[in-house]
Structure formats: structure tokens, C-alpha cells
């Protein structure tokens, strides 16, 4: 597997594993007619915003196949919301459910929390939603429940918990 940070390029690729994570991840959790409604080619015009150039402090890293497919990535940058004593946050990080349990989420977290080091930062959050089967994940890696809050996602209402570390060396320690 390749971690590397994206490129404008990728932006279809990873609107695709964006709306795919999404269908399994919270199918069940959030309203089928939400997932179904997802649109590949709406997330492709948001990543290829996301990854210009010109937004320099923030990062998009990608988890390549040796074959050159993408099959995860994960977002970060300077923290969004002042509320949590964190400097920066990992705005998203979503794997192909076939590619889960190898170390690739773990792998595209560090990549962040290494951004995040070199931009300056000593910390970093995520938001989660409550029902997410796969919280566990960011509570192995010594994640701290840290908050919450309620968001609407296709007019329902739903909790988001926050998930800290207070040192990133910390959190780049664990392979």
C-alpha cells in the first residue's frame, strides 16, 4: 500500500471512495434515501476544491494500491472549531470497506498528524458520528472522547462526539 498526499487529479477517485465509505459505514445509521442520494460526481467538484493548490495548510493524503487504485484518504488542517482545546483536526478519513483492518486507517491518520506537527500544531481532534460502528477505531489509538454536538444530515438529527489527542508524537508512536 501507498500513502501519498493527493493531487487535484484524484479528486474523482476519492469522491468515490467518499460515497462508497458513506454507504456501508452508515447504512443502517443514516436514512437510505440520504445514501442513495449521493452524488459522485457532486463530491468530485467539492474535492477538487479541497485539493488547490493554493490551500496550503491544509492536507489530503491518499491510500494507493500497488496497481494505482485508491482506496482511502484522509483530510486535515487547522481546527474548525474553537469549542475543544485542539489545534488541529482531521476532517475526514474514509477506507473501502474491503481494505479495512490492514493498517491503511492508521497509516493515513499518522500522515495527518505529521501535516499537522510541521504546520506547527501539537494536537488534533475528529468528529464521529455517535452511531458510527467503527468509533472503536479511534479509541484504540488512545482517542479521547473529548465532546459532542448535534448535526443534521438530510433533516434528521444526529450526535457527532469528539475524539482527541493531546500530543501527536503520541499518537505516531503506535505501528
Do not use: C
Not at 445509521?29 to 477538487?48: F, Y
Not at 493515513?108 to 510541521?118: G, K, T, W, Y
Amino acid at each position: 500500500m501507498i500513502i501519498r498526499q493527493a493531487v487535484f487529479e484524484d479528486a474523482a477517485a476519492i469522491a468515490r471512495v467518499h460515497v462508497d465509505s458513506w454507504r456501508t459505514a452508515y447504512k443502517g445509521v443514516i436514512k437510505e434515501e440520504v445514501l442513495a442520494g449521493l452524488s459522485v460526481e457532486q463530491r468530485t467538484t467539492n474535492w477538487q476544491r479541497q485539493l488547490d493548490p493554493a490551500l496550503d495548510q491544509t492536507a489530503v493524503y491518499v491510500a494507493e494500491t500497488e496497481e494505482g487504485g485508491i482506496i482511502g484518504f484522509a483530510s486535515g488542517g487547522p481546527s474548525r472549531t474553537h469549542s475543544l482545546p485542539y489545534e488541529g483536526e482531521l476532517y475526514a478519513i474514509y477506507i473501502l470497506d474491503s481494505y479495512r483492518r490492514q493498517g491503511i486507517g492508521l497509516q493515513l491518520m499518522q500522515s495527518i498528524a505529521v501535516f499537522l506537527r510541521d504546520q506547527g500544531h501539537d494536537s488534533m481532534f475528529l468528529w464521529a458520528l455517535e452511531d458510527n460502528r467503527y468509533r472503536a477505531f479511534y479509541e484504540k489509538w488512545h482517542g479521547i472522547a473529548s465532546g459532542d454536538k448535534l448535526v443534521q444530515i438530510g433533516g434528521e438529527d444526529y450526535t457527532e462526539i469528539a475524539y482527541g489527542w493531546d500530543n501527536l508524537d503520541e499518537l505516531l508512536r503506535f505501528k
